[in-house]
C-alpha cells in the first residue's frame, strides 16, 4: 500500500494486477482501462468519491488529476453539518440528493470556524490563542497565519490562486474592527470603523480588489500595497439596518447586509428571512448600487458564514431567480422567493443541535466556486 498527502490509501499498479487479474485470465487489468473511459467515469462522480478514484492506482490518479476543474465545476453548494460528538469528522449535506458525505480532518477541537474563503474553512482557538489555521477539506492542505489579537468573525484570503502568499482580512467579532495580515508584516493591522456609530457588515475579494461593506450601505476599497488605505468606492441608496440578536445568552450585533459575487457581477443584499429582501447590483463604473428585482439564472444561497451567487443550480435539480436561506433559527432550508415568501422546504439538516456543537450552525461549502488546490498527489 501507498499513503498520499490526502491520508488516502492507494495500490500500487502491480500490487493491483496481481489482486485482480488471475495467472489464467486473458482480461485486461483495471489500471489499463482506456484513460477515455476513466475520465468519463471520474467526471460524473462527487467529491469524496472522486477522491477514492484516484486512490486506487497510478493511472486512476492520473485521470482524476486531469477531470479535477470539471469535477469541482459541477458540484452543487453543500450544507457542513454541526457535530455534537466528532472533532475530526467534517459532515457535507447534498440538500438535491439528500446524500451526506464524511471527511476526516486534522483534529478542530478547541476551535471555532470564523469563516469559509476559496474552499479554506477558517478556524480560530476558543480562546483566542494560537494561530489562525484554514484548511481545505478536501485535500487537507493547511495554511497558518499568527494569532489575530482579538476574536474574528468573517476572514478571507486575498490570493487564493497562491495561497500560500497570501495576505488575510479579517472582521472582528463585534464588528467594529477590520484587521489584516500580509506575508511581510510582523503583526496585525488594526482599522477602526471609518465613521462614526457604524459598524463593518462584509468583506469580498472580487476581481483582485478588497471590497469591505459597512452597515450604511456604504463599500469601501481596501488596498494592501505597502501604504495600506481604506476609501470609500461605492455608495447603495437608502441606509439599511443591521439586526441584533440573542446569542448564547447575550446580546451580539449581526449583519444583515453582505456582499455576493458571480464572475461577473458584486452585489449588496439586505435580508432577513421571510421578508422582501433588498439587492444592489453595483455599478464598478459609477461607483452605485442599483436596486434590481431579478437574479437572472442565479440563486442566492445565503448562511451567516458564508453566501454566494449560483448560476443555474437547475442542473441539479434547483430553482433559479430564488434565495437558499439556511439560518439559525431555521432547522430546514427555506428555498424563497425575492418577495421574500416560501416556495419550498427542503430537508432538516440537524441546526437545531448546533448549540453543542463545535461548529455552532450549520452553513453553506461551495466545491464550484473553489479555487484551484491540487485534490490529488501527483507522486
Not at 124 to 131: A, M, N, T, V
Not at 257 to 274: I, P
Not at 345 to 370: A, H
Amino acid at each position: 500500500m501507498t499513503k498520499r498527502k490526502d491520508g488516502i490509501e492507494g495500490i500500487d499498479d502491480g500490487v493491483l494486477k496481481k489482486r485482480i487479474t488471475s495467472e489464467k485470465s486473458d482480461g485486461r487489468p483495471w489500471s489499463e482501462l482506456p484513460m477515455v473511459l476513466l475520465g468519463d467515469i471520474s467526471r460524473k462522480l462527487n467529491l469524496v468519491d472522486h477522491l477514492a478514484f484516484g486512490g486506487v492506482c497510478r493511472s486512476w490518479r492520473m485521470s482524476a488529476l486531469a477531470s479535477e476543474r470539471d469535477v469541482i465545476a459541477s458540484q452543487p453548494p453543500l450544507v457542513v453539518l454541526p457535530s455534537i460528538s466528532a472533532d475530526k469528522v467534517l459532515s457535507l449535506f447534498n440538500i438535491f440528493e439528500e446524500n451526506t458525505y464524511q471527511i476526516e480532518l486534522p483534529t478542530f477541537a478547541s476551535k471555532d470556524c470564523c469563516g469559509l474563503s476559496s474552499g479554506y474553512l477558517v478556524f480560530q482557538d476558543r480562546k483566542g490563542q494560537g494561530e489562525l489555521w484554514l484548511i481545505y477539506p478536501i485535500t487537507r492542505h493547511e495554511l497558518k497565519f499568527p494569532t489575530p489579537p482579538t476574536h474574528i468573525s468573517h476572514a478571507t484570503i486575498t490570493s487564493p490562486t497562491t495561497p500560500s502568499d497570501s495576505s488575510i482580512v479579517a472582521l472582528s467579532k463585534d464588528f467594529v474592527h477590520l484587521l489584516f495580515y500580509r506575508p511581510s508584516d510582523d503583526k496585525w493591522t488594526i482599522y477602526k470603523t471609518p465613521e462614526p456609530k457604524c459598524f463593518y457588515a462584509d468583506i469580498i475579494v472580487f476581481k483582485g480588489q478588497v471590497y469591505v461593506l459597512t452597515c450604511n450601505g456604504k463599500i469601501w476599497n481596501l488596498r494592501l500595497q505597502s501604504d495600506a488605505s481604506l476609501t470609500l468606492f461605492a455608495v447603495c441608496d437608502n441606509p439599511v439596518r443591521c439586526s441584533t440578536i440573542l446569542r448564547r445568552f447575550s446580546f451580539q450585533y449581526r449583519p444583515n447586509v453582505f456582499l455576493v459575487a458571480s464572475d461577473d457581477e458584486l452585489m449588496m443584499v439586505n435580508f432577513r428571512v421571510f421578508t422582501r429582501p433588498k439587492i444592489f447590483k453595483v455599478d464598478l463604473e459609477t461607483r452605485k448600487g442599483v436596486v434590481t428585482d431579478s437574479l437572472g439564472d442565479k440563486a442566492l444561497f445565503i448562511a451567516n458564514m458564508s453566501r454566494a451567487l449560483i448560476s443555474n443550480p437547475t442542473k441539479w435539480g434547483g430553482r433559479n431567480n430564488c434565495i437558499y436561506a439556511l439560518d439559525y433559527y431555521l432547522d430546514p432550508i427555506y428555498v424563497l422567493s425575492l418577495e421574500g415568501k416560501i416556495l419550498q422546504t427542503l430537508k432538516d439538516t440537524g441546526s437545531s443541535s448546533c448549540r453543542k456543537c463545535t461548529f455552532y450552525s450549520s452553513y453553506w461549502y461551495f466545491p464550484n466556486k473553489c479555487f484551484h488546490v491540487d485534490f490529488l498527489n501527483e507522486n
